[in-house]
Each structure stands twice: as structure tokens, then as C-alpha cells.
């Protein structure tokens, strides 16, 4: 049974960061499944760190932005919307080059939080980083 409100659109979303960090940084959401988000990020000038391996805020960002749009696609967006309230993250292997893949599960699904689990994955499907992330779900302000 799927988890997702309605029939959320990733073309949608994909194009609400036209002009935001997540397109500069070149994510881009991917796939869901039934009860997953599944994205992608380059390795690249645009999320290397000066070393030259994938920078770590760049893999939090991939992982934010994926337990965001989760948590968001299994709301009704006419009643609530969601914001990241705490993320943590163990960078566990370099990346030099190519893509990594992000994946977002919920381990918990509230009325007022969600708790979501993002693991990212190199191109070889090795561990890159795990990453947990809490949600807030609040109430989406009347219009006028």
C-alpha cells in the first residue's frame, strides 16, 4: 500500500527548484516507489570539496531535500505542509566522480513529526552516506 497523498508529481517537483539550491547543486528527485523517494546528485565543481571528494553538506542537502519532499508528498498539502527540524549524517565513503543516489524512507509518519532514514549510495551501490532527518508538519496558513 503506498504511503503517498494523492498522486504527487516529481516532474512538479523537480521544477520548484529551478531557482533554488537543489538545482544549483543539480538534484533532482528520480523514482518513488511505494513507500520511497529515490533522487540523484552529481559529483562535480558543484559538490566537491576542496579536496576533491563529495562535500559532506552536499550529501546532507541531497538527503534534506529528499525527506523533505517525502515527508510533504504524504500530506495534504491543503492542510499541512513540512520542514526539516533536525538532521544528522556519517559520511562513510569518498566520492570523487559521477553520481551518488539518495533514498528516503519513513521509519515514522505522526501527526506533528516524521522521522524519515536517507541512505546515499555511489554509482557501484556502496554505502556514502546515511543520514536521518526529523520533519515538522505544520498546519498550511489560511489564504485570505
Known sequence: MSIWFGE????????????????TLGIEMTELTEDSLKGRMPVDHR??????????????????????WGASFTVDPAQFYCVGMEINANHVR???????????????RGRTTQVW???ITDEQGRLVCV???????LATPSQY
Do not use: F, K
Request: charged share 20%; aromatic share 4%; with cysteine.
Open 131 to 137: 543520514s536521518r532527518c526529523t520533519m515538522a508538519v
Open 8 to 23: 504527487p508529481s516529481l516532474e512538479w517537483a523537480n521544477s520548484r527548484g529551478e531557482h533554488a539550491m537543489i538545482r
Open 47 to 68: 559538490t566537491r570539496q576542496p579536496a576533491g571528494v563529495l562535500h559532506g553538506g552536499a550529501s546532507v542537502a541531497l538527503a534534506e531535500t529528499l525527506a523533505s
Open 94 to 108: 569518498p566520492v570523487t566522480e559521477g553520481w551518488v543516489y539518495g533514498e528516503a524512507r519513513p521509519i515514522t
Open 117 to 119: 532514514d536517507i541512505r
